[in-house]
């Protein structure tokens, strides 16, 4: 049986999370999608700093930051989607290909 | 006293903000939320008073400010900046009073100045990484509610969805920096970062946190391939809080980045060449596009890339050969450059407001709608001339003096190269000249335009805060040294964040 470092265990599904959430942000054209991309990037980014704690022994202060991380994330989530309302409201779908008025 | 005034300087915005909109609120009365606001941003230049004084007869050294867990400390830096946003936000929150006078949720409005406020001079003061977002993020959602004020706009809505996408992106990225830094050295404080960098021999996590900081507060920073948010947000906002994006939310992103950045000085040599090319790129990228637009408050927006490239030469000299001259200059430049800009944007407003706003139309102010305004707006106008030609460099005025500044600082390294982009850096000032004249001529040279013909007049709470500033753009180009003080010792702040290399403030 091959030991794995529990460490490696949470890079590898930090970088899987990452991706999803950069995929998800690249790819998708619906609002809501792109917002929750968005979480998703950022969970991952909640990941490796505890990681990070984990690896510099210093896991209490970086649980401390996770949570005080999430909770910052939580707000810009819900202003985006209160945007996303308003966006529904007045442009009848959540497709952000329709937000394209505004050229250079 | 028990509250000790040092904290009073965040205290005053962050614990007015809520009040104002409660009181608004409860007292359904916008005028009381709008008093409030004025008053309180007022007051708070007690503290900063106090502080600055302290700070310049204590040699420099910087103040803490005792609050438990979170370590923050006065230094140059902040208190250039915390001046910066003080004197922008004050003359907002009095402009804005008949800008906004037909408009709902006013009072949302001033109570979330006084938040971003208060969150830009906590970013300056931030002594740690964690610190240092978390003020970064309390400032971009601040600013998301203000930019999209107008929410019953589709255009201002497409602006506000374009900025919280790549924001939040932006932090994200951040905090991969962060956590990399963290895993790395198990330090969050700027202050012993460079130590423990010295005895920690890996460098790659750390240059990827240098580039993921780069990327991440650039976004906020408005660094060239990460602009695009920038003119759309600022076209779309309302014009008080155009001006407090171009003059302080783009700078507060430039300082988290320097920050966080200089402390990872050692770890590369290759920070400031990547500085000063982003640099390049956003003088001349910030002068083409601005050239092309026909809308004012665009026009204005992209030139704050310009203005971006000037500090970042700035900076970017100063680190790549520890010239503290140079970073002085460029200090100075975002000063300048925040009133020039505030000013420049509040008067693209007054103009907005009285062509358009207070007529219900809800349109964009374009070039040809200036025609003639001096004949009927002198003041206006005279204040936006100022405030144009001092972006665009000319002499007596405080842009040139920045500009200068930045230029003889960079010019000292007798480096060629550096050099050269000082030559390209002046070449695009002159170019900038290109889009700058035409709306100064257009006020004073053409016919005036129906739409100046039919404007309602202004207000003075509107036109006063104009005319202040355009005194102060005159006085800082007669008075350099008003400033340097603070400038040299903000500058000094940061090489002593860089850690000790040599370089004496």
Same mark, same amino acid.
């Given at each position: ?19 999803? $959430?950069?995929?998800? +942000?690249?790819? #998708?054209?619906?609002?809501?999608? !792109?917002? &929750?991309?968005?979480?998703?990037? =950022? ?13 510099? $022994?210093?896991?209490? +202060?970086?649980? #401390?930051?996770?949570?005080?991380? !999430?909770? &910052?994330?939580?707000?810009?989530? =819900? ?20 937000? #394209?008025?505004?050229?250079? | ?505």
């Amino acid at each position: 049986m091959i030991s794995m470092d529990p460490l490696i265990l949470v890079l590898i599904g930090m970088c899987g999370v990452a991706g999803v $959430g950069l995929y998800g +942000l690249l790819a #998708s054209r619906n609002l809501i999608k !792109i917002i &929750v991309a968005l979480q998703i990037l =950022a969970k991952s980014a909640v990941l490796a700093l505890v990681a990070a704690g984990s690896a510099s $022994g210093k896991i209490n +202060l970086s649980q #401390s930051l996770a949570i005080t991380v !999430i909770v &910052v994330d939580t707000v810009v989530a =819900a202003v985006g989607l209160a945007l996303g309302v308003q966006v529904r409201k007045h442009f009848g779908s959540l497709d952000v290909s329709n937000l #394209s008025s505004l050229r250079r | 006293m028990t509250i000790p005034y040092p904290l009073l300087l965040l205290a005053i915005p962050l614990v007015g903000s809520p009040a104002a909109y409660l009181a608004g609120r409860a007292l359904k009365s916008e005028g009381l939320a709008r008093w409030l606001a004025r008053i309180l941003l007022l007051l708070d230049w007690i503290p900063w008073s106090i502080l600055c004084v302290e700070f310049l007869r204590g040699d420099s050294k910087p103040i803490l400010v005792p609050l438990q867990m979170l370590n923050l400390q006065i230094d140059g830096l902040s208190l250039l900046l915390s001046a910066a946003v003080l004197v922008l936000a004050t003359a907002v929150s009095f402009y804005s009073g008949p800008y906004l006078a037909e408009e709902e949720g006013q009072v949302k409005y001033y109570a979330l100045l006084l938040t971003l406020t208060g969150a830009i001079i906590g970013l300056g003061c931030a002594t740690d990484l964690l610190n240092l977002w978390l003020w970064f993020e309390a400032m971009t959602v601040s600013t998301f509610f203000l930019v999209t004020f107008y929410h019953n706009q589709p255009a201002s809505l497409e602006a506000g969805v374009k900025y919280l996408v790549q924001s939040a992106a932006g932090s994200a990225l951040v905090l991969f920096g962060i956590a990399l830094v963290f895993g790395s050295t198990g330090t969050l404080s700027l202050q012993d970062l460079p130590a423990a960098i010295r005895s920690f021999p890996n460098t790659m996590p750390l240059e990827a946190a240098g580039v993921l900081f780069i990327i991440g507060f650039g976004v906020k920073a408005a660094l060239v391939p990460l602009h695009t948010w920038l003119p759309d947000a600022h076209a779309q906002a309302p014009s008080g809080i155009s001006a407090m994006l171009s003059g302080v939310v783009i700078e507060a992103g430039l300082v988290a980045l320097l920050r966080a950045l200089l402390p990872l000085m050692n770890v590369s040599d290759l920070w400031g060449p990547i500085l000063l090319g982003l640099g390049a790129l956003n003088m001349l990228l910030g002068n083409l596009l601005a050239l092309r637009q026909t809308q004012v408050k665009r026009l204005l927006a992209f030139s704050s890339l310009s203005h971006m490239g000037y500090m970042l030469l700035g900076i970017g000299a100063a680190v790549t050969f520890l010239q503290p001259e140079a970073m002085a200059g460029a200090f100075f430049h975002l000063l300048t450059h925040m009133l020039m800009k505030g000013l420049a944007f509040l008067s693209a407003g007054a103009l907005l407001y009285a062509l358009f706003l207070s007529r219900g139309k809800h349109g964009s102010l374009a070039i040809t709608d200036l025609n003639g305004a001096a004949s009927r707006y002198p003041l206006i106008a005279g204040a936006f001339s100022i405030a144009l030609l001092g972006l665009g460099g000319l002499p007596p005025l405080a842009g040139f003096m920045s500009k200068w500044q930045i230029f003889i600082g960079s010019a000292q390294t007798r480096s060629g190269w550096i050099i050269l982009l000082v030559v390209f850096a002046a070449l695009n000032s002159v170019l900038s000249l290109a889009y700058y004249a035409p709306l100064v001529n257009a006020m004073y040279r053409k016919e005036p335009s129906d739409a100046v013909r039919d404007g309602n007049s202004i207000a003075l709470s509107m036109s006063l805060p104009l005319v202040l500033m355009a005194a102060a753009v005159v006085l800082l180009g007669v008075l350099p040294t008003l400033v340097s003080p603070l400038t040299s010792s903000a500058a000094a702040a940061l090489v002593h964040l860089g850690g000790t290399l040599g370089m004496i403030p």
